[in-house]
């Protein structure tokens, strides 16, 4: 599957922004992600060619940077924060009862490919804690008695075809996220 | 008095309606301070922020007006402007606030110390996480470019100054300002080594660098309204400004405290305005400024002398709220995080919940942070599983010296830091922990890894 053609469009820009080709590797590389769900290695041989280094130097980044992956995740990808402030407010029971909700294992991805479900470090909203970002919207204090009403909202929004598709508003997890 | 707030980073943000568009700022005073700086001559710009005693809200605190003047303005090479908006340290989310309810305040900050340090190119690098944060500033950018607040020619001074929204990738120790850098050249994140690699001399793509923090940012745009001197007048001599005081964890009314710098003290942040613990707990310990600072304990006393010479004895409580007196105690300001823990966490759960966060970001560079922080992991994590012996405190400490002091970037003082710290203070509470888990039995509290 190759890449929309808005983000092949888009890249010549994103080049041009920096004085040197090279520090617009990150920036594609989300350009990438955003479109394919993930980095495929025809997309860092790309992205390679763009700034103007090697597949191998670009992998080397994909690599390092916890949030690329070369792999799909679910169709909702779901990050619990497993830092001290959230884990003080409840991060690890909140997880617990993600996994018996979801019917997935932190770390991995239902057998059904509806959901991912990982622990990931401080994301910076410590005193909401805990904070859970699903794809584009971050959630705030979400207790873990509330995590099956939780799971079940998550469950319902893969049957919304109005997804993703809103304008954030202030105030909302997506307009926080 | 209770201790009471003097919100002015946080000032437009918090009145009811408020709204990121450029109109609404504008309304409330927006880019006039640009105005007054772009009609001042560079150097004078520099003064003034020397004049106010600003220090950087990144965590380290070094004094603003000092780091510009270390900028190399010989060698002919341009100078960039890199925004730190990465805010990682744990514990941390004052920045955000800024990013995503009053960016024009951060860009009117950028566009003043563009001018001062005449940049022509800024970066403001945002961890990648806030996704929407970047789209609201690079609207925000366009909103200030087309009233000539940014971009060519701006408010027909002749001077230019494009600015840049660059994403992170969700590392830690991109925050570390050679590691941001290296990061932005698109590289892996790997702090380079000072000397050379100082970024007022050899920073982004070799040339002069100014690296500052967001807040850092948005408080120059308040030395410039008011004037270095006046600025000064807020807080204390030696620490100027607010201090926002991000309060998570376990106390009743977590949240962002904005406080005149000195002039409160942690008991009145912890129990007037964040009204004291949770029904039917007590305070235990608070980790101060972000997750590296070191922790202090409740019931501690903290003796010394001051700079002027007079002697202090206060309990946690006493401390006041500014940088000297803070690191008098033997710990930091740091970002203003205040990680609050009380007694019903298990003091060991808590270091091993950070020592799991340094050994994932640690780099991999230098030898001691990358096996210290990984042997400090695997150690706290198997007390807390049950296998730990008693030797194993003693040797929490032996390692953790062995990193701190020892590394390319201050990441290896984050890993030692807080074992350096709460190892003396709460050795008796992890030998108990260690026999009670041999027994198979838990704690109770919060799960914290
Ligand atoms: C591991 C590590 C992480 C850091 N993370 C951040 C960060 O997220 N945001 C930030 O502003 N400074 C961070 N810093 C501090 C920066 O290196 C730098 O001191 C700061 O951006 C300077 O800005 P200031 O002078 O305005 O405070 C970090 C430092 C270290 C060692
Ligand atoms: S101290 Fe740690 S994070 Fe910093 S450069 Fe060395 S290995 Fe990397
Ligand atoms: S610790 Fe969870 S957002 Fe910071």
């Known amino acids: 599957m190759s890449l929309k053609p808005e983000t092949l469009a888009a890249a010549d820009a994103i080049v041009a922004q920096y004085p040197q080709a090279r520090s617009a590797t990150l920036p594609l590389l989300h ?48 990050r619990v924060c497993r830092t001290l402030s959230c884990a003080l407010r409840g991060s690890y029971a909140l997880m617990a009862e993600l996994e018996k909700a979801l019917g997935c294992a932190r770390g991995e991805t239902s057998a059904d490919g509806n959901f991912t479900l990982e622990f990931v470090e401080c994301i910076a909203d410590c005193g909401c804690g805990p904070v859970v970002q699903v794809d584009h919207a971050l959630h705030e204090n979400v207790a873990p008695d509330q995590a099956a009403a939780f799971a079940s909202r998550i469950r319902e929004s893969l049957a ?10 202030p105030g909302t997890p997506e307009w926080n996220g | 008095m209770p201790a009471q707030e003097r919100p002015l980073i946080y000032a437009n943000l918090r009145r009811p309606g408020y709204t990121v568009d450029i109109d609404c700022y504008l309304r409330h005073g927006g880019y006039e301070a640009l105005r007054k700086a772009v009609a001042t001559k560079p150097e004078d710009v520099c003064k003034e922020v020397e004049t106010s005693g600003l220090r950087g809200r990144g965590g380290a605190g070094f004094p603003t007006g000092m780091k510009w003047k270390f900028l190399d303005r010989k060698s002919g090479k341009p100078a960039y402007l890199v925004v730190n908006a990465d805010e990682s340290e744990p514990g941390t989310y004052k920045d955000r606030q800024i990013i ?31 996704q929407h944060g970047a789209k609201i500033l690079r609207r925000a950018i366009e909103e200030a470019k087309a009233r000539g607040f940014l971009g060519s020619n701006i408010l027909g001074s002749g001077y230019s100054c494009e600015v840049v929204v660059h994403r992170g990738g969700g590392c830690y120790v991109c925050g570390e300002e050679t590691g ?26 070799n040339c002069p660098t100014i690296v500052n923090n967001a807040e850092t940012l948005a408080q120059v745009r308040h030395v410039l309204a008011m004037g270095g001197a006046e600025f000064a007048k807020i807080g204390i001599p030696g ?77 946690l409580e006493d401390i006041p709220l500014d940088a000297n007196s803070i ?66 405190v003693p040797m929490l400490l032996d390692i953790a010296n062995q990193v701190a002091g020892r590394t390319i970037c201050a990441h290896g003082e984050a890993v030692a830091w807080p074992v350096q710290s709460a190892v003396p203070k709460f050795k008796d509470e992890y030998l108990e922990s260690i026999r009670r888990r041999r027994r198979g039995e838990t704690a109770g509290g919060p799960t914290l890894i």
Not at chain 2, 180 to 200: C, D, N, Q
Not at chain 2, 254 to 278: H, M, N, Q, R, V
Not at chain 2, 330 to 346: K, W, Y
Request: aromatic share 10%; hydrophobic share 35%.
């Open chain 1, 31 to 78: 350009l990438v992600q955003e479109d394919r769900g993930h980095i495929a290695p025809e997309d860092e041989a790309w992205v390679a060619a763009k700034v103007g280094v090697t597949p191998m130097q670009v992998r080397e980044v994909v690599t390092f940077y916890p949030m690329f992956r070369l792999a799909p995740v679910g169709r909702r990808h779901i």
């Open chain 1, 160 to 169: 919304d075809p109005g997804y993703g598709k809103g304008e954030p508003r």
């Open chain 2, 100 to 130: 995503y309810k009053d960016p024009h305040q951060m860009l009117e900050g950028i566009a003043i110390t563009a001018w001062a340090i005449q940049a022509r190119q800024a970066f403001i690098y945002i961890r990648g996480e806030f």
């Open chain 2, 180 to 205: 941001l850098i290296e990061s932005l050249e698109g590289k892996r994140g790997y702090p380079r080594i000072k000397p050379p690699y100082f970024p007022a001399v050899l920073g982004l793509y």
């Open chain 2, 239 to 315: 620490d100027s400004g607010t201090h926002i005081w991000g309060v998570s964890g376990l106390v009743k009314r977590p949240g962002l405290y904005e406080i005149e710098a000195g002039k409160a003290t942690f008991g009145e942040l912890l129990y007037d305005l964040c009204g004291g613990p949770l029904d039917g707990r007590a305070f235990k310990a608070i980790i101060p400024g972000g997750s590296s600072t070191k922790i202090l304990r409740f019931g501690e006393r903290f003796k010394g002398k001051r700079p002027d010479g007079t002697e202090f004895d206060w309990a």
């Open chain 2, 327 to 392: 690191a008098a105690c033997g710990t930091g300001l740091g970002t203003g995080g205040t990680i609050v823990l009380d007694d019903s966490v298990e003091m060991i759960q808590a270091l091993s919940n950070l020592n799991a966060f340094y050994a994932h970001e640690t780099c991999g560079q230098c030898t001691p942070c990358r096996e210290g922080s990984l042997w400090l992991s695997r150690v706290s994590r198997r007390i807390v599983g049950g296998g730990g012996r008693e030797e194993d």
